[in-house]
């Protein structure tokens, strides 16, 4: 297991490597898990990376090969993308577009087989990310594993900060230089870096105008609509204001990641395969409203506005017009 002091040489000299965008980045604190400051950036809904928090330090072992002789002979869910980029989408809501086309397909086999298909993989071909709820279908040394997180620090955060209940851990196994583009989601998480390298961009809630997310009914809700490979300002001119965060991860780092914030993960390419943990909770629920609302709620509420409007008209394609017509000329 590398020392504290390994790991941190090791994130600098990761932080000259990493591929830098159009848009300036500001680092996330990096704290120990118990300095006050930690914790007032929790409460009040901040990132911040934790160091110390020895959660998933009985899986700071969890390497692809140890994974492969100690997990099992399960299935599990491989994600495959003809590029590096795994652009989730909602099989759910495919119908609502009937011109989609899922940018990743994904199937069931066995870690092993996964581990085969990395190990012999080739310029050109599909990269595979390996995503997968930690369930008691994996062999005993990882149950073992997975019972000797560190359970009592986590469930006191999130009764400290009043959060509902965790809702899945996943087993995260990527390939070298995969990335999840930029999107937010609906819950709060506390990210376990176990293996490898993996780089944050994050960005608060309230850039929601300057990443221009897909419609709520499309597939790719919550995802942005922007490539930061290659920015179309023209047809997303406000990404000219984006200002974002960076979290590089190391072994037995944990990010907070509180729930509406946009972020692009990558497993840092030339580092080798990624292992990570994350931990899902359902927020809290709202005690009582207090004005001025926090960008997170205004979120909320234009994607209960959209859902509204989507579902009274009953017909997606009525939505833009209906829109354009509310707003253009008149609130612009
Ligand atoms: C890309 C992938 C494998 C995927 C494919 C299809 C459906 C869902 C997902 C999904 C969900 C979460 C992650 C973990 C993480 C990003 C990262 O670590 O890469 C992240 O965004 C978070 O923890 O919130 C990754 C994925
Ligand atoms: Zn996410």
Redesign the pocket.
Known sequence: MASASVVDSQLNEVATKVKQYHFPVESIPRLSYDDPEAERLIRNEEPVILTGTNLVASALQWSPEYLSNNIGHGTY?V?SSKNHK????DDKKICKVPTFTPP?T?QDMTFQDFLNKVTEWKEGEPYN???QSLNDSVGPQIVQDFAAFNWKWISDERAKNNWGALTSN?L?V?MDG???PV?Y?E?Q?F?AQVHGF?R?LLFDPSMFGCLYPYPVFHPHDRQSQVDFDNPDFDRFPRLRELKGRQAILGPGDVLY?PVYWW?????VPGYGM?V?V?F?YKSGPTEKIVYPLKPHQKVAMMRNIEKMITEALNNPEEVPPLLQDMVLGRYT
């Not at 795994?86 to 989408?89: E, T």
């Not at 972020?263 to 497993?267: A, F, G, L």
């Open positions: 869910t994600y795994f652009l989730y989408y990743t994904h990310y390996l995503q996943l995260l990527g995969v990335v999840t999107h989601d819950q998480n990210f993996k944050f990641l972020h692009q993960v990558e497993s990624t990570s994350n899902w």
